[in-house]
């Protein structure tokens, strides 16, 4: 990650993209979510969606994963003081998730996250939160997931209270 | 699931509790949120929380795992009319996910969801919306994870336009 001083809004990563097999749908959602319309192919033809659909919480796990492995792709270089820029910060939760359309076996779905809110911290002046609008888009285009996300992020130098 | 007419806002469900283990912890994260602080119990000593923690989206799978097998356990009686009362059906997405208190190995969380909302649909006659306010509770009393979920429920009677 980058200093949290050295984040600014409006900055976007894309994320990659992952295709949803059926087979991944069905071991995800056995595990976490088995709902007869993300773990039975033949019974979700009667269902919701008329078809298998991923457990939104893949979708949203999926994310992750891809932020995580953008990150590590791009390691910051030292700072001109010889400091090593920081590993990302956990982080509080976050807001709004939404599934606004199912995701298919078959789907691509692409990622991106861009940064639209940096906020102090009262009780920790080390660190400050970065607010980003992630959002997941299908091969058609369709939006299949949008949440606001949560990180803290170190800072350069603390804040003065 | 019951009927949407018949879901009362105020009513609770006992989700029951989960252990988390550091196996399980770091199979997760591996998979889906491979930071240190969640994968490398060596390296999460020096990490933000003093050492290994749960991904929240490990926590908050957890809760969605327990809520499927705690409605699979309260099958509804058939109506009077003989009609079977439905399965529950899809999300839309959720609200306001926090994760307040890092979850470590060896916690037990309890899981619980309380109806706070029910809410008509302009697009679909034959569905409502349940909200619940859901939360995880560790061994010590406090809450791990708190978030407003939505669910569509199927009306016994289609809402008249």
Redesign the interface.
């Known amino acids: 990650m980058p200093w949290f001083e050295d984040i600014k809004i409006g900055s976007r990563l894309e994320l990659g993209s992952h295709t949803f097999t059926a087979e991944e749908i069905i071991a995800y959602a056995r ?7 993300h773990v039975d192919e033949e019974a979700a033809k009667a269902g ?2 008329g078809g298998l ?1 991923a ?3 893949h979708t ?3 994310w ?2 891809l932020m ?1 492995a953008t990150r590590q792709d791009a390691k910051e270089p030292p700072d001109a003081d010889g400091r090593v820029p920081p ?14 359309v ?1 995701v298919r076996p078959g789907d691509t779905i692409s990622y991106s996250s861009e940064v639209i809110e940096k906020i102090d911290m009262k009780t920790r002046p080390e660190w400050g939160i970065v607010r980003s609008r992630n959002i997941g888009v299908n091969q058609r285009g369709e939006t299949v997931l949008s ?1 606001i996300g949560q990180g ?1 992020v170190q800072r350069r130098q603390a804040r003065q209270k």
């Open positions: 595990k976490y979510d088995p709902q007869y319309f919701p969606f659909t457990s939104g919480w949203s796990a999926t992750m994963k995580i590993s990302g910060g956990p982080s509080p939760g976050f807001l709004d998730m939404k599934w606004p199912p949440f803290l």
